[in-house]
């Protein structure tokens, strides 16, 4: 059993067995994975070459840049490779590792939004404190504490998987190997896997949940006891970009677990969401209602225009 565990293989049945929607959702999915490479891109490089940005909030929000880069190419790539080659096969091992990597990013998802929701509360509720509370020392090691939890999240999820048994060739009803689809797959005990993977919900999903609803509800009340209109405004404004993410990012992630009750097609296309919408998304969100991102954005492309005339002037010469 275990020998055929290894070499067993996977279907990924994608969206639609159609092949003339095929090159349609090619072309769908390319151009959503590259307007996200390049927005997130271009957010780290406005955060990296500025230095009026170097505060802890942008340095939260280039890490969730990364993260949103590396969360997209954990499944898109794959996707868009077998469109092409037409193929829908994906081996055991590539499937673990595609899992692995999934959890992974998508676990510091979750911890970075919280740490950015633990960032507004501080600069909000006590603005006084707030150089001494989020100084770079605390920021690093609330990124290194997220990083270290994700990745052993990761590894326990393999390790859980690593344990089960797939008799045959086996069709996954998703464009990637998502772990409940993996799990109603598997023709041996699931217990402990389903036990892992809601407790995982519940204290990692729902407690990121609760500590950013508290955050939240500390800034309104916090908002609401100033007594300029302007002032109001100004506080609300430096959260409602990450407000919006959070929105976004949950609601649609709850939206795919009360899908599965529904079809597996519609249970796909609301995994699009918060795997390829979102991330897409976020740059959209924190630039367009952010002067100084704007303003750095700008000045990147004013500056690598100028470099660039720069060294047509030299060639001319």
């Known amino acids: 059993m275990q020998n055929q565990t290894r070499s067993s293989e996977f279907l990924l049945m994608g969206f639609s067995e159609s092949s003339e929607l095929q090159p349609l959702i090619f072309g769908l999915f390319l151009s959503m994975y590259l307007i996200t490479m390049f927005g997130n891109l271009l957010i780290i490089l406005a955060v990296s070459s500025d230095p009026h940005l170097h505060t802890p909030m942008y340095f939260f929000l280039s890490n969730l840049s990364f993260v949103d880069i590396c969360f997209t ?45 633990y960032d507004r509360f501080v600069a909000i509720c006590h603005p006084l404190h707030y150089t001494v509370i989020m100084n770079p020392r605390i920021c690093g090691l609330m990124v290194l504490v997220s990083w270290i939890i994700s990745v052993l999240n990761s590894l326990l999820e393999s390790l859980m998987m690593l344990r089960l048994s797939f008799c045959t060739v086996l069709e996954i009803p998703h464009f990637f190997c998502e772990l409940n689809q993996m799990i109603q797959l598997a023709c041996s005990d699931t217990f402990l896997n389903n036990l892992e993977m809601y407790f995982k919900a519940v204290f990692l999903a729902g407690g990121s949940l609760i500590c950013i609803v508290y955050s939240y509800s500390k800034i309104v009340s916090s908002i609401h006891r100033i007594s300029s209109a302007q002032g109001k405004y100004k ?61 750095a954005l700008q000045n990147s492309s004013e500056s690598s225009s100028k470099k660039a005339n720069g060294c047509g002037l030299k060639k001319g010469t």
């Open 73 to 117: 190419s954990t499944t898109i790539p794959k996707m868009l490779k077998n469109i092409w080659a037409q193929s829908k096969v994906i081996t055991y091992e590539g499937c673990i590792i595609q899992m692995q990597f999934f959890a992974l990013f998508i676990g510091l998802d979750v911890f970075l939004l919280t740490v950015m929701a």
């Open 235 to 295: 506080a609300f404004s430096s959260c409602a970009s990450h407000l919006l993410v959070v929105s976004i990012f949950y609601c649609t992630g709850l939206g795919v677990y009360l899908s599965l009750a529904g079809t597996h097609s519609s249970h796909s296309i609301t995994s699009v969401m918060y795997t390829v919408v979102t991330p897409m998304l976020n740059p959209f969100i924190y630039s367009l209602r952010n002067k100084d991102l704007k303003r």
